[in-house]
């Protein structure tokens, strides 16, 4: 198929509402609805009632059912989904520092990153230097500003300059470690085989700006797909696959597959952490939320890393 320019104009919020009514949405209340309208965006709100146009997509004619609050419930859970998965994912990452720093530091010495013999790629290891020098110049942090008056290494040990680092840094340097001994027991203290952590890693930096960014997690089918552990040491889902129209497909680039990552990963480094207790009251107040859609299998509650008695829920 050809492309052609772009040309559509931009729209009022006056014609996009109607534009909506035309199209089949109910609007419960025109006055809410303008106001999102201007305070959110009809593009960014187009994520959310996308799933109730009805085929093909290209009509954008709606489902009868379809309406304006039940895509606002929709952006209002995501939402809400988004900073819990974001406070969770804060843990692990700075448990994944820290884990990574000290063994690392211990074996190799503090200015291990200047070790060109433990990284696969010299040239992947020489743009991660660079940005690594400009986070260190750039930093404000009391403990770099006090490392650079007292001296004069072009880099921090990296147990301070890693802490100023992102976390694509950081999953950038594991994946560049040569296999061996202390690449695996890294990965083997939260329960996987290196190849998997290093997908993993990949993954949770895609959701961290996926959540960052505020754009659309609940259903979202992830551009980096996590890797299926080879063999987790901790419980882990026996069913990674869902039905869909008859076809079975696998779960690893759906949401569900994602929260069950952090659950897997939580029990390892906040064991006493409330995820569930939280994702399941999320859950509860929002039960217009399809579960299939984020990758839920009929089974789910059936999965030992899913269990929770659900009386403990506040």
Not at 41 to 59: D, E, H, V
Not at 215 to 240: A, F
Not at 284 to 292: G, N
Request: proline share 4%; with cysteine.
């Amino acid at each position: 198929m050809s492309r052609i320019p772009y040309h559509k104009p931009a729209l009022s919020y006056q014609v996009q509402l109607q534009q909506l009514k035309d199209r089949g949405l109910k609007i419960e209340d025109d006055s809410k609805a303008l106001f999102l309208l201007e305070n959110i965006s009809y593009y960014r709100l187009s994520g959310y009632w996308y799933p109730m146009i009805q085929a093909p997509k290209s009509t954008h004619l709606f489902k009868k059912d379809a309406s304006f609050d039940l895509a606002f419930q929709l952006y209002c859970f995501d939402r809400e989904l988004r900073k819990l998965v974001g406070a969770e994912l804060e843990k692990i990452e700075v448990a994944i520092r820290a884990k990574m720093i000290y063994l690392l530091s211990h074996e190799y010495g503090p200015n291990w990153l200047n070790n060109t013999g433990i990284f696969k790629n010299s040239v992947s290891l020489n743009q991660t230097i660079i940005k690594l020098k400009k986070d260190f110049e750039r930093s404000d942090e009391q403990f770099i500003k006090s490392f650079k008056e007292n001296y004069n290494d072009p880099l921090p040990p990296s147990w301070m300059i890693l802490e100023i680092s992102s976390f694509g840094t950081l999953s950038s340097l594991y994946k560049n470690l040569k296999p061996n001994r202390k690449k695996r027991e890294i990965s083997k203290y939260f329960g996987l085989d290196d190849s998997t952590f290093e997908s993993w890693l990949h993954t949770i930096v895609y959701v961290r700006n996926v959540c960052a960014h505020h754009s659309r997690l609940w259903n979202r089918s992830m551009r980096i797909t996590p890797s299926l552990p080879i063999t987790p040491t901790n419980s882990w889902l026996s069913v990674v696959d869902i039905e869909i129209n008859g076809t079975t497909k696998p779960i690893n680039n759906k949401t569900y597959f994602v929260l069950s990552m952090i659950i897997y990963l939580l029990n390892t480094v906040s064991p006493n952490n409330k995820f569930k207790q939280r994702l399941f009251n999320l859950l509860d107040r929002y039960s217009v939320v399809d579960l299939s859609a984020m990758g839920f299998s009929g089974s789910w509650q059936t999965e030992i890393i899913w269990k929770f008695n659900r009386d403990q829920i506040v």
